[in-house]
């Protein structure tokens, strides 16, 4: 297996899902390329200036920025059914629409669903 595809399809908060999918995704960055795929609820994790503190969690946006050799989608369709709009998104989140989401899905080796 030379690349993944790990879906999220959560909210960042109120479950360890998110976290454990991004340290899942990490780990393998230094073996493959790796795809997170943000869809549905999953999509709030891209949603800029979070503030977890309040929940003791650490701010799940600034993870990405830490690994910024993960590639980001964001399924744009789950982000206007949310109403988040692009200026509210951190930087190194790619939107993708429908077509190019399945498209980046079907062209890696692997697709995980934690």
């Known amino acids: 297996m030379k690349s993944v595809f790990y879906l999220l399809d959560t909210a960042p908060y109120g479950s360890e899902k998110a976290f454990g999918t991004l340290n899942a995704a990490a780990v393998c960055l230094n073996e493959m390329d790796v795809t997170l795929g943000l869809y549905g609820d999953g999509v709030y994790l891209a949603a800029a200036g979070q503030k977890s503190r309040g929940l003791g969690m650490p701010n799940l946006a600034d993870i990405l920025y830490v690994y910024g050799e993960l590639k980001v989608l964001a399924h744009e369709p789950s982000l206007l059914e949310r109403g988040l709009m692009w200026e509210t998104l951190i930087?190194?989140?790619?939107?993708?629409?429908?077509g190019d989401f399945l498209e980046a899905m079907e062209n890696l080796d692997c697709v995980i669903l934690l």
């Not at 930087?91 to 429908?98: F, G, K, N, Q």
């Open 91 to 98: 930087e190194t989140v790619e939107l993708a629409d429908e």
